[in-house]
């Protein structure tokens, strides 16, 4: 099993910056692909940005060049770190941003973290 819990989300405004975080612990030595999603209100949960155990990043259309994600790839086996850096906030990126792990044909979720925009 792995628990994931995500911080850093919040209140901004347009244009500003915020940074979330996903730490990851129990059996976190085979996971492999991590991401973040998001879901706003009435929309379907979509893709926001992926990467792999290698450290290879794929972006949705709508945040490239805007959100940057990272993994900690240090050798430890007790706990893992992603974050997802966003820049130049928009109003629509306003979601709930889940946290998510794949570990062979599993996955898991966080519970979520909201971000809120205001234009």
């Known amino acids: 099993q792995v628990q994931l819990v995500e911080s850093g989300g919040g209140l901004v405004q347009a244009g500003g910056s915020l940074r979330l975080s996903c730490a990851a612990s129990g059996s976190i030595f085979s996971i492999n692909g991590m991401g973040w999603y998001r879901q706003a209100p009435g929309k379907q949960r979509e893709l926001v940005a992926f990467?792999?155990?290698?450290?290879?990043?794929?972006?949705?259309?709508s945040v490239k060049g805007r959100f940057t994600i990272s993994r900690d790839n240090a050798k430890n086996t007790v706990s893992l770190q992603m974050s997802l850096q966003m820049d130049s906030l928009k109003s629509e990126d306003t979601a709930v941003y889940y946290c998510?792990?794949?570990?062979?044909?599993?996955?898991?979720w966080g519970q979520g973290t909201q971000v809120a925009v205001s234009s």
């Open positions: 990467i792999s155990s290698s450290g290879r990043a794929n972006y949705a259309e």
């Open positions: 998510k792990a794949n570990q062979g044909i599993r996955e898991y």
